[in-house]
């Protein structure tokens, strides 16, 4: 068999197992969601589909990193990869996804190691959809969801999230002294505030925005927390 003859047949394997990791899941094995009104695929299905047509041996994940938002504690998201083999051929797809942690009624959290499986489930979902596996599932979830207006175009952020989106820039690029500096200076300026939040006043704002560049090059302005003047620093 020639070079260009194995080449073709190589080909042919490829579609073939590319179209059947696309193949739609029977009705019998789907679930729904009677919450979000969505109808999904269990991840043991998908698992099974990925052993069943590339084999054991052909096909593996690794988690990137999962990790909780500090602003959304409720929710862990999942950073996946997954690796397949198709004859010499070498694919890899990533995905992310989330679950949402249940919490008792005294405050603690159920089982926050299901709350990982589940984000790396979903992530390992999103993955094998992009390889065609439940991709038929996420399209019409998408179109429902278009259909019923859920995706909505976001709201204008009031003027205290800009300024706050802004004050959190400076903060996160500054070192830990400098960081203290500025707390100092907020509890000092602002002691009925609390921590600068979207919450708080776009005056309060606009003077830490000024404070902050003040710490981080010195000999900026600055503003005297006694009077709220900008003065030199």
Known sequence: MSTEEITQVAATDYDKIMAELAEPFPAELLRENTAKRLTYVPIAEVIARLNRVLGVQNWSTEIVRTWREPDHPDWVISQVRLSIRIGTQSIVREGIGGQQVKFRKSGDVVDLGDE??????????????????????????????????????????????????????????????????????????????????????????????????????????????????????
């Open 116 to 233: 990982f499986k589940g984000a790396y489930s979903d992530a390992l979902k999103k993955a094998a959809q992009s390889l065609g596996v439940g991709l038929e599932l996420a399209r019409t979830d998408e179109a429902l969801a278009y259909a019923e207006g859920a995706y909505e175009t976001p709201a204008e952020p009031s003027p205290e999230a800009k300024l706050y989106a802004t004050l959190k820039g400076h903060i996160d690029s500054m070192p830990a002294e400098a960081k203290t500096k500025l707390k100092t200076w907020w509890s000092s300026a602002y002691p009925d505030q609390g921590a600068p939040s979207t919450t708080s006043s776009l005056e309060s704002l606009n003077a830490a925005i000024v404070e902050a560049v003040k710490i981080s090059t010195p000999g900026m302005e600055s503003v005297d927390p006694e009077t709220g003047e900008v003065v030199n620093g």
